[in-house]
Nanobody
Framework: VQLQASGGGLVQAGGSLRLSCAGS????????VGWFRQAPGKEREFLAT????????IYAVPVKGRFTISRDNSKNMQYLHLNSLKPEDTAVYYC???????????????????WGQGTQVTVSS
């Protein structure tokens, strides 16, 4: 599967963004998607995961209640809605995929062989 992430930008604190992850290939339903971010000088951080059709969503504690995954089946798209953004949310955001349902390694970037190119999110104070 090939992934393409988009939707980042500059937003003020308290604002919202919607990130998109487009998947190519007829077998996308066999994949689960992980959302990660990486700030300068920091390790890649797990944010959320769900099956391609948003089954069994799991959210990291720092973003639970602020970030939400949704989907558009007709477009093979998954979205990560970022709400109530804070300056500390500034990072490059990635979507990634693994060919399995959400499993116990969902938080580990190394469990995902397929990655989109990343999209920059900058939150100003």
């Amino acid at each position: 599967v090939q992934l393409q992430a988009s939707g980042g930008g500059l937003v003020q604190a308290g604002g919202s963004l919607r990130l998109s992850c487009a998947g190519s290939g007829r077998t996308v339903r066999e994949y689960s998607v992980g959302w990660f971010r990486q700030a300068p000088g920091k390790e890649r951080e797990f944010l959320a995961t769900a099956g391609w059709y948003v089954t069994n969503p799991i959210y990291a504690v720092p973003v639970k209640g602020r970030f939400t995954i949704s989907r558009d089946n007709s477009k093979n798209m998954q979205y990560l809605h970022l709400n109530s953004l804070k300056p500390e949310d500034t990072a490059v955001y990635y979507c990634a995929a693994q060919r399995s349902a959400v499993n116990r390694d969902y938080y580990n970037p190394r469990a995902y062989p397929y990655w989109g190119q990343g999209t920059q999110v900058t939150v100003s104070s």
